[in-house]
T-cell receptor, first 113, second 115 residues
Framework: GQQLNQSPQSMFIQEGEDVSMNCTSS?????WLWYKQEPGEGPVLLIA?????ELTSNGRLTAQFGITRKDSFLNISASIPSDVGIYFC?????????????FGTGTRLQVTL | DTGVSQNPRHKITKRGQNVTFRCDPISEHNRLYWYRQTLGQGPEFLTYFQNEAQLEKSRLLSDRFSAERPKGSFSTLEIQRTEQGDSAMYLCASSLEGRLNEKLFFGSGTQLSVL
């Protein structure tokens, strides 16, 4: 099935650094979601975005719904070791129920002390 | 709220055997989804239920796969005559119906290894 493109594929950063990652699609989406997945666990919802241009924060995490509706961005400020995991974006078209949710390929984040 | 529960967490089976996984959704959620995730990929949609009705199935769901949600609460996913290509993490998720239906809450998954 279709998967969204996430960049970068992986990141190795030092504790305290800020992180930026993005997600792009060839299709327009009406909703963007960001999930985090830790090893051996299911994805956990971090942030949901519903309007183009929307900027939403959840603690040290900030996500933006791109103006073109074809991309979204996630920033993590002042990273800590527990931020380690794989971050997935997911997009939903205007006419879709959650069954139409398309996930990205993931950005793997490693944080070193 | 105990979250979405999946059993077993891990399953190792021989090729050709049948396997069944169980998912217990969040109690007030009437929508239940099954996804498959392979290494290095995001989850891929398999099927979903609203209450006991199976409303949609992906092309990924071959004839060897069947899912049920008989009483609108827990669900089972059965794979018959397993193949090595079935090896993956099988994730269950649940959500509310309506405006927030896209907010999926995932279980910890069942990791299937077919030898």
């Amino acid at each position: 099935g279709q998967q969204l493109n996430q960049s970068p594929q992986s990141m190795f950063i030092q504790e305290g650094e800020d992180v930026s990652m993005n997600c792009t699609s060839s299709s327009i989406f009406n909703t963007w979601l960001w999930y985090k997945q830790e090893p051996g666990e299911g994805p956990v919802l971090l942030i949901a975005l519903y309007k183009a241009g929307e900027l939403t924060s959840n603690g040290r995490l900030t996500a933006q719904f791109g103006i073109t509706r074809k991309d979204s961005f996630l920033n993590i400020s002042a990273s800590i070791p527990s931020d380690v995991g794989i971050y997935f974006c997911a997009g939903l078209p205007l006419t879709g129920t959650a069954s139409k949710l398309t996930f990205g390929t993931g950005t793997r984040l490693q944080v070193t002390l | 709220d105990t979250g979405v529960s999946q059993n077993p967490r891990h399953k190792i089976t021989k090729r050709g055997q049948n396997v069944t996984f169980r998912c217990d959704p969040i109690s007030e959620h009437n929508r239940l989804y099954w996804y498959r995730q392979t290494l290095g990929q995001g989850p891929e949609f398999l099927t979903y239920f609203q209450n006991e009705a199976q409303l949609e199935k992906s092309r990924l769901l071959s004839d060897r796969f069947s899912a049920e949600r008989p009483k609108g609460s827990f669900s089972t996913l059965e794979i018959q005559r397993t193949e090595q290509g079935d090896s993956a993490m099988y994730l269950c998720a649940s959500s509310l119906e309506g405006r927030l239906n896209e907010k999926l809450f995932f279980g910890s998954g069942t990791q299937l290894s077919v030898l």
